[in-house]
């Protein structure tokens, strides 16, 4: 068994103990309901929005880029195997649950990135070293170039990842549930005293115990004990209900969203959520938490995806606008503004919502003062 001096061999394979006793890895951690959500919320949401390249114009418009070779990469195909949507889904989750981050190889030919192959922490981990702040990569004994290694950083403070961070929470939710689940299994009542008068021998005692089980263990609470002697029953008098059990549930959700930063009804903890706040909660989620994911991975293909030269002309965007929008009648009646104030024009607002373009609506003027007659 190790001792206190080998913890940091402990935290390396992601099996320091909680407080509760629980080893909390990133395997455990997901088999905890709130994790499990909290987790997908966000990774699922970052492989979900739609991801560009752009060319930009001396005057700062944006043509879609799809010559580069990002472009693809980004928007179909991660490698032949993995779609772009799935790549950024598996990235993230990694940058969630494991330490250091999330990891892909950027497979280039002629100094291209070609595709993009992720590496499986629980398989291939990576290690990082840091020397002068500038970071080096080791995949085994081989090691990886700092330009080709896609790197989406877990954001816990010491490196070792959230799941380590957190295990005292996480590590009490699954308590809680395994609690349940002992309850539950054994008809959710709890345990008491059995008390043999006389002198009882450890046979007896033995004999008393497993015919009490085999009628009011698990699924058969309820049935009739009958045990050799003569005894006295003394259920303990405490229950879910006086331990605040429900109460204690909630508080562990509420923890395990404050440790992903994600609000509480992404969780469906629903206690302060109304049909009239809906809008503002999906606002309240791109904001405080996918926000700083999209930043995170917009930087690192700034960095590893485009040349130093490139930089300054090009630009891969997250496209967030589906957070911003609260019904198909309130965005009618936006584009309608926009267009009357020339923000789009009449093609544009109908691409946003998959209409085809007509002759004539690439004109920029408001429909509430001209007079020109529409032809189908």
Request: aromatic share 10%.
């Amino acid at each position: 068994m190790l001792g206190t001096s080998d913890d940091w061999m402990l935290e390396l394979f992601g099996a320091m103990p909680a407080i509760s006793g629980i080893s909390v890895s990133p395997r455990v951690a997901m088999t905890c309901a709130p994790v499990h959500c909290a987790v997908q919320a966000i990774s699922e949401a970052i492989g979900l929005l739609p991801v560009h390249t752009f060319k930009l114009g001396e005057d700062g418009t944006k043509t879609p880029a799809t010559d580069h070779p990002a472009y693809t990469l980004l928007h179909s195909a991660a490698n032949e195997w993995t779609s772009a949507s799935q790549f950024r889904e598996e990235i993230t989750r990694d940058a969630l649950l494991f330490p250091h981050g999330g990891f892909a190889f950027i497979n280039r030919v002629d100094g291209k990135p070609f595709e993009l192959i992720r590496y499986n922490p629980e398989i291939n981990p990576v290690a990082v070293q840091y020397i002068d702040s500038e970071p080096f990569y080791r995949v085994g004994d081989v090691e990886i170039p700092r330009q080709n290694m896609l790197h989406i950083p877990s954001p816990s403070f010491n490196g070792w990842g959230l799941v380590n961070e957190g295990r005292q929470v996480i590590g009490l939710a699954i308590a809680l549930e395994r609690y349940a689940d002992r309850l539950m299994g054994n008809g959710a009542r709890p345990s008491g005293v059995l008390s043999l008068k006389g002198k009882p021998g450890p046979a007896d005692i033995t004999k008393a115990a497993t015919a009490w089980n085999a009628a009011h263990g698990g699924s058969k609470s309820g049935g009739t004990a009958v045990i050799p002697g003569e005894v006295d029953w003394k259920p303990l008098q405490f229950t879910s209900v006086d331990a605040q059990f429900i109460e204690m549930r909630k508080f562990a959700i509420n923890e395990i969203a404050r440790l992903f930063r994600v609000p509480p009804h992404m969780l469906f903890e629903m206690d302060r959520a109304t049909w009239s706040n809906v809008e503002q909660m999906g606002a309240e989620f791109l904001t405080y938490t996918l926000m700083v994911w999209i930043r995170r991975w917009e930087n690192e293909i700034m960095l590893k995806l485009f040349t130093p030269e490139e930089r300054a002309s090009y630009v891969a965007e997250f496209q967030t606008d589906q957070f911003a929008r609260p019904d198909y009648l309130a965005l009618i009646e936006a584009l309608g503004k926009a267009v009357a104030s020339r923000i789009f024009n009449p093609n544009e607002a109908r691409a946003m919502i998959g209409k085809p373009p007509y002759a004539g609506g690439n004109a920029f003027e408001n429909p509430n003062t001209t007079t020109a007659v529409l032809k189908n």
